[in-house]
Structure formats: C-alpha cells, structure tokens
C-alpha cells in the first residue's frame, strides 16, 4: 500500500508496537537512572521519560524519511540519513539509551519514543510510512513545513 505525501510517494512499513507488562499496558522505564552520572550532567527536557521498548516493523537499511500515523493524521516526519533500519533500532527510537537522557545527548530519541508510548498508552493504533531516499534532508523539511506535524518541535 502506498499514499502520497505532497510529491512523494510513502509505502507502509507496518505498526508500531511496544514490549507491554502483564496488564497489556506498555512496559515502561526510566534510562538516565541507569547512568552514573559522574559529571552531573542535566537532563534533556525529555530525559525524565518514562520510555517505551519499541518493536518497529521491519525496515530497509537505506537512507530515507518516514512518517508516523494515526487515523490517517502525520504525527511526526523524520529522517535517516544513513539508514531507518538503524535509526528506528536499539541505538535510535527503539531503546533509550541512558546518554540520550542529558543535555548534549539524542534528545529527539527521548522525545519521540516518550510521545509514542503515550499514544500506544491511549490505545492508538500507530502506522510507520516510510519513502526511501539517498538525500532525506530537503524532504523532510519541506513535509515539515508544509504538514506541521503535531509531534514535531516546529521550527522557530
């Protein structure tokens, strides 16, 4: 299946799911208390969570951008630029790692899997649409700018 968004055509990758506890709520936890923290570093606005463990649908190991869905609504456009296989794996969305959780550190990881859990909290069905690309960057801004995505920090 694929839709169109703007001049590009996106193909669903599948829905978006989460490890969940014996209630069948997401299971979630908290990374940065996993940290040391010798430096006494600060968290990111995001780095409180809690966090979800992500089970994405499976995804190529290209370049590309992807848009995540509910009810036919873009709640969030991103990027790969190298791969959404690896951006949306144990070191991107799917598992905070505890030095995202600091200032200096991937806030956008904190940010995205934190709004995801909440909506699969909710009971929302949530949908990965991704358009593979080798140059993302001009896409993603321009699906950005021209979709305002609710889950995206719009630019100033």
């Not at 908290?30 to 990111?44: Q, S, W």
């Not at 609504?73 to 905070?96: H, K, N, Q």
């Amino acid at each position: 299946m694929a839709v169109q968004l703007l001049d590009w055509p996106f193909v669903l990758a599948g829905a978006i799911e989460a490890e969940r506890d014996d209630s069948g709520a997401p299971a979630t936890y908290t990374a940065h208390e996993r940290f040391a923290n010798p430096k006494g570093l600060a968290l990111n606005k995001w780095g409180a969570g809690p966090f979800v463990r992500l089970r994405p649908p499976p995804l190529p190991k290209v370049p590309g951008v992807y848009a995540i869905v509910h009810a036919s609504s873009v709640l969030y456009i991103g990027r790969a630029r190298d791969s959404l296989f690896v951006r949306w794996g144990r070191r991107g969305y799917s598992v905070i790692d505890p030095r995202n959780c600091y200032v200096g550190g991937q806030s956008t990881n904190c940010h995205v899997n934190h709004l995801i859990g909440d909506a699969l909290a909710e009971g929302w069905d949530l949908e990965l649409w991704i358009h593979e690309t080798p140059v993302p960057d001009e896409i993603e801004t321009t699906l950005r700018r021209s979709l305002h995505p609710i889950w995206n920090i719009q630019d100033a």
